[in-house]
């Protein structure tokens, strides 16, 4: 089974680790790491913005992306959020293997 690594950001920590816990209680990832407070600086609606964000990278079986992504802008405050779907090319085999068990039982 193939694996992917899904990037998001958001401006709220409590907001972060309840999307993550949400997503890993809905075996839609394996795992998702949250790091920062991290700097942003993009440009939205004409100007160049600065907001500290929080990163998560979360961990998951490739064919669950689409379903990902979806919650993930269903439970995501911002109006343009940031979803990047990168694949893993090799890794652990241990690891990768547990990312497979852990989402295989997703509903």
Partial sequence: MASCLVLSTLNDRQRAET??????????????????????????QGKIERDEEY???MKTATSLTERLMARLQQLHPYEVPEILVL????????????IARTVQSAP
């Fill in 55 to 57: 990163v998560l990278l």
């Fill in 87 to 98: 694949p893993i090319a090799a890794g652990a085999a241990a690891y990768l293997d547990w």
């Fill in 19 to 44: 999307i993550a816990l949400t997503l890993v209680e809905e075996r839609l990832v394996a795992c998702v790491n949250i790091v920062g407070p991290a700097l942003s600086v993009y440009h939205w």
